[in-house]
Nanobody, 120 residues
Framework: QVQVVESGGGLVQAGGSLRLSCAAS????????MGWYRQAPGKQRELVAI???????NYADSLKGRFTISRDSAKNSVYLQMNSLKPEDTAVYYC??????????????WGQGTQVTVSS
């Protein structure tokens, strides 16, 4: 059993910043990659950013330069620094973890999501 818990969402004015955090815990041998997706009302879930165990990061093209993903492997945690927020960034942000179990299986796991609301 693996738990993924996000925190740090909230209400912010346009132009402001927020930092999301996510921690994974449970029967994890190693984490392969961690990342963030978001889903706005009436829209499909979309990739925000992913970071591998080696520290390589990939971003949605539209978010490059404003969002920064980082991780603390010792804490099985990933962070998303969001700057210059826009109303269109309003969404539920989900943390995802791809991990390997002690038995050698690889699985994805998702958090429950954290709401980010950007007011104009």
């Amino acid at each position: 059993q693996v738990q993924v818990v996000e925190s740090g969402g909230g209400l912010v004015q346009a132009g402001g910043s927020l930092r999301l955090s996510c921690a994974a815990s449970g029967s994890i041998f190693s984490i392969n990659e961690m990342g963030w997706y978001r889903q706005a009302p009436g829209k499909q879930r979309e990739l925000v950013a992913i970071i591998t165990s080696g520290g390589s990061a990939n971003y949605a093209d539209s978010l490059k330069g404003r969002f920064t993903i980082s991780r603390d492997s010792a804490k099985n945690s990933v962070y998303l620094q969001m700057n210059s927020l826009k109303p269109e960034d309003t969404a539920v942000y989900y943390c995802t973890v791809v991990y390997t179990t002690y038995g050698g299986s690889r699985w994805p796991s998702w958090g429950q999501g954290t709401q980010v609301t950007v007011s104009s």
